[in-house]
C-alpha cells in the first residue's frame, strides 16, 4: 500500500477545489473539438534520464525546476519503459503499444509499414480538435518515423528541430591540447560554439513561442517538447560543472561486472567507446572498466547536463506560467524512452539493458486543480529557480505513487485526464486495430477525495508489473550488442518487474516471424529488491524449478 506523500503547502485547504474540478473533469462528455474548456497539454520528454533528480531522492542533483514541477505533480516512483533505446521506446509509448506489437527493437523500420497503421498520442489529440506541435527530440529521427516525426498524421504544424543540433557529433569540444575533438565529455564556452547556442535553447525558445501564439488560439493544444540532454555527448554550457566539484563525486557503489551476469545480458556500451576522448583510454572489449579518474568525469558531466536541461524546463515552465497558461495546461514530464543511463553500476554505461538502471524512468503529471490548487490571478506556480542558487533541499514533494507503471499506458493516460474518451483495451493480436491501448489508464490514481488515501481506488503495488525486454544477436557481447538490427536478433531478453523482484529470460527468438521461444531459455536472471536493490546478485540458478518461470510465459 502506498503510504500518501507529504501534503503539498495549502492542499487542505484546497480540497474543496480540487475535488470539485475533478468531478467534472472526469465525469463529464469529452471537452475536446475548440471547446474553450479543454485542458492543454505540454509533455515534456527528456533523453535518456535516470532517476537522477531531486524529486527522486537524489541528493547531489541540482534539479530545483523539475523539482519544482513534481511539488504540484503527481509523482510515479516506479515506472519503466518498455525497451531501453530511443527509437523503439519512443514509438512504443506514442502508439501506446509494446515493442513486440510496433515490431521495432531497432532503428530501421516506420510502424505504419512494418506492424499496423497505428494512431499516435499527438494523431488522436489532433483527431479530437488539437492543434498539435513538435519542438526538438519526440519522435525519434529517420526510418522510424518515416523521415518526418510521423507527420502528417500526428502534427498540425511541420515538427521544429533546432538549427544547431547538427553539431552535437562534430569536432566541437575543447581538448586539454587545445584542439577540437568529437567527445564524449563537451563542456562548451557558449561564445565558442557554432551559431553561438545550443539544441535545447533553440527548443525552449521555440516552444515559448508556440506557447505565446497558443493563448489566443480557440482551440486548446497538444505541445511535445523533447529535450536532447543528459544523451551524449555531454555538450552543455561549461559553467554548470560547478555545481558538481569532482571531489564531490562518488562512483557507483557496485561498479564490477558482477560475476552472475549472464553474459548475453552485459551491453558492452559501444557508442561511449567511440567518442575520440574515451578511444584514447585504450579500453580492452567488452569488459575492461574504464579508469576511475574518467568515470568521475563521465559522472560529473552527466550531472551537469541534467542541471542544465533543468534550467530549460525551469524557463519554459516559467513562460507558461506569465501566459497564464499554468491554469489550463496540463504538464507531462517523462525521460523518452530512452529511459534511463549506467553510470558504471554493473561495470555497464549507457541504455541497452532489462537493468533498474536503465529500464526505471521519472513520470509525473501536473493537472490544474487536480494535483495541486489553480492558480489565482497573477499567482506563479512555476517561478523560475536559478539551480546555482537554489535551495531545492526545501523544496516539499508532491503526491506519489509506489505502484509499478509502464511508459506505454501514458496514451490512455493523457487521453484521459484531457477528459478525452479512453481507447479500448488492445485485442491480442491487434496488428489491425488503428486505435487501441496496451498499457492502463492511469486514471484512478489522480482520485484524491482527501488527505486520507481511499484505499479502494488505489491499486495494490504487489499485484503491479511492469515488462520490458531487450534484444541481442549473440550470447556473448560483441560489436552490435547494444542496438542489433532487426534481422541480426538471435536472442530476447524479456523482463517483468514487480515490487519485489526484477525476473529475465533471455529465450531464443526469430526475427523473420517475430516469434519467441520461451522453451528455448538460453540464460535467466532474478534479483530481488529488498536484499539485493543494485542488481548484483543473480539468484536465479537457485530458484530453477520454482513458480517464476511460468509468469513469462504469454
Ligand atoms: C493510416 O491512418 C491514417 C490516419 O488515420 C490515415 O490517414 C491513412 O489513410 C491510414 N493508412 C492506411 C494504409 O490505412
Ligand atoms: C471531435 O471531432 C471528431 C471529428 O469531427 C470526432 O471523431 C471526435 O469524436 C470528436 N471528439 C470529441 C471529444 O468530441
Ligand atoms: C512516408 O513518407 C513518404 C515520403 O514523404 C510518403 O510517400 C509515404 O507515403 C510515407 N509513408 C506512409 C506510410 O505514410
Ligand atoms: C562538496 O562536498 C563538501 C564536503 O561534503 C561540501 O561542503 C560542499 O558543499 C560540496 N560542494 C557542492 C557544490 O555540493
Ligand atoms: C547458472 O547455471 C548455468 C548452467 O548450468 C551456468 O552456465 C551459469 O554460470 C550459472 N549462473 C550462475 C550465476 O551461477
Ligand atoms: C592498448 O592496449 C593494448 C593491450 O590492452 C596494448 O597492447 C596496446 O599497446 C595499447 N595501445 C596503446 C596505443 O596504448
Ligand atoms: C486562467 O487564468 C487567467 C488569468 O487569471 C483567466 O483569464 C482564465 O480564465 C483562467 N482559465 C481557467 C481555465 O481557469
Ligand atoms: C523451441 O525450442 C525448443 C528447445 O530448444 C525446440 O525443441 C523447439 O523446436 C523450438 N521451437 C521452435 C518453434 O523453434
Known amino acids: ?101 510496433t515490431r521495432l527493437y ?25 492543434v498539435t506541435m513538435s519542438v526538438g527530440k519526440v519522435f525519434h529521427p529517420g526510418i522510424s518515423s518515416n523521415h ?32 577540437l575533438h568529437a567527445n564524449l565529455i563537451c563542456p562548451v564556452d557558449m561564445a565558442d560554439i557554432p551559431e553561438g547556442t545550443l539544441p535545447d535553447k533553440q527548443s525552449t525558445k521555440k516552444a515559448i513561442q508556440l506557447l505565446e501564439k497558443m493563448k489566443t488560439s480557440s482551440s486548446p493544444f497538444f505541445l511535445a517538447v523533447g529535450y536532447h540532454k543528459p544523451h551524449i555527448p555531454f555538450r552543455y554550457p561549461k559553467e554548470f560543472q560547478k555545481l558538481y566539484p569532482l571531489e564531490n563525486i562518488t562512483l557507483a557503489p557496485d561498479p564490477q561486472v558482477p560475476p552472475g551476469l549472464p553474459p548475453v545480458a552485459y551491453n558492452p ?44 524546463v525551469g524557463h519554459l515552465l516559467s513562460a507558461l506560467d506569465d501566459l497564464q497558461l499554468a ?20 561495470g555497464e554505461w549507457a541504455k541497452y539493458s532489462n537493468f533498474d538502471v536503465t529500464t526505471h524512468v521519472p513520470l509525473m503529471f501536473y493537472v490544474p486543480g487536480r494535483t495541486a490548487p489553480l492558480p489565482e490571478a497573477g499567482e506563479k506556480l512555476f517561478p523560475y529557480i536559478d539551480p546555482f542558487d537554489s ?28 477528459g478525452l474518451h479512453v ?12 486505435l487501441c491501448r496496451e498499457g492502463h489508464s492511469l486514471l484512478n490514481h489522480f482520485q484524491f477525495h482527501d488527505l486520507e488515501e481511499d484505499l479502494t481506488l488505489r491499486g495494490n503495488p504487489r499485484e503491479s508489473i511492469a515488462y520490458s525486454q531487450y534484444p541481442r544477436p549473440a550470447d556473448y557481447p560483441q560489436w552490435n550488442s547494444d542496438k542489433p538490427s532487426l534481422k541480426d536478433i538471435k536472442f530476447m531478453g524479456y523482463s517483468i518487474r514487480t515490487i519485489d523482484y526484477r525476473y529475465t529470460v533471455w529465450v531464443s527468438f526469430n526475427p523473420h516471424e517475430f516469434l519467441a521461444n520461451f522453451s528455448d531459455v538460453h ?32
Open 523 to 554: 540464460a535467466g536472471e532474478l534479483y530481488f529488491v529488498d536484499s539485493d536493490p543494485l542488481q548484483d546478485y543473480n539468484m536465479y540458478n537457485e530458484t530453477q524449478g520454482g513458480d517464476l518461470p511460468q509468469l513469462l510465459t504469454p
Open 106 to 130: 531497432d532503428f530501421n523500420s516506420y510502424w505504419r509499414v512494418q506492424a499496423g497503421n497505428f494512431s499516435t498520442i499527438p494523431q488522436y489529440f489532433k483527431e479530437n480538435g488539437y
Open 327 to 346: 491554469n489550463s495546461t496540463i504538464v507531462a514530464f517523462t525521460s523518452d524512452h530512452e529511459p534511463g543511463w549506467a553510470l558504471g553500476e554493473h
Open 269 to 312: 556500451w559501444m557508442d561511449i567507446r567511440q567518442r575520440e576522448d574515451v578511444e584514447a583510454l585504450n579500453l580492452s572489449v567488452p569488459y575492461g572498466s574504464i579508469p576511475v579518474d574518467f568515470q568521475r568525469k563521465i559522472r560529473q558531466s552527466y550531472f551537469a547536463s541534467v542541471s542544465y536541461m533543468d534550467t530549460q
Open 148 to 179: 518526418s516525426d510521423d507527420s502528417p498524421y500526428s502534427w498540425s504544424v511541420l515538427p521544429y528541430h533546432p538549427s544547431s543540433e547538427k553539431y552535437e557529433n562534430t569536432k566541437t569540444c575543447k581538448g586539454p591540447d587545445g584542439e
Open 1 to 101: 500500500v502506498s503510504p500518501p506523500g507529504p501534503a503539498p503547502s495549502g492542499a487542505r485547504l484546497a480540497t474543496g477545489l480540487v475535488l470539485g474540478s475533478f468531478c467534472t473533469l472526469l465525469g463529464s462528455v469529452a471537452p475536446g473539438n475548440n471547446s474553450k474548456d479543454a485542458l492543454n497539454v505540454l509533455l515534456i520528454i527528456v533523453d535518456d534520464l535516470r532517476l537522477s533528480l531531486g524529486c527522486y531522492g537524489d541528493k547531489l542533483i541540482r534539479s530545483p525546476n523539475i523539482d519544482q514541477l513534481a511539488s504540484h505533480s503527481l509523482l510515479f516512483q516506479n515506472a519503466f519503459a518498455q525497451q531501453a533505446v530511443c527509437a523503439p521506446s519512443r514509438v512504443s509509448f506514442l502508439t501506446g503499444r509494446r515493442p513486440d506489437t
Open 423 to 434: 481507447p479500448p483495451r488492445c485485442p491480442s493480436p491487434s496488428f489491425h486495430v488503428e
Open 391 to 418: 535551495i531545492s533541499e526545501l523544496m516539499e514533494p508532491g503526491r506519489q505513487v509506489q505502484d509499478l507503471v509502464e511508459l506505454v499506458s501514458l496514451f490512455p493516460t493523457l487521453a484521459g485526464l484531457a
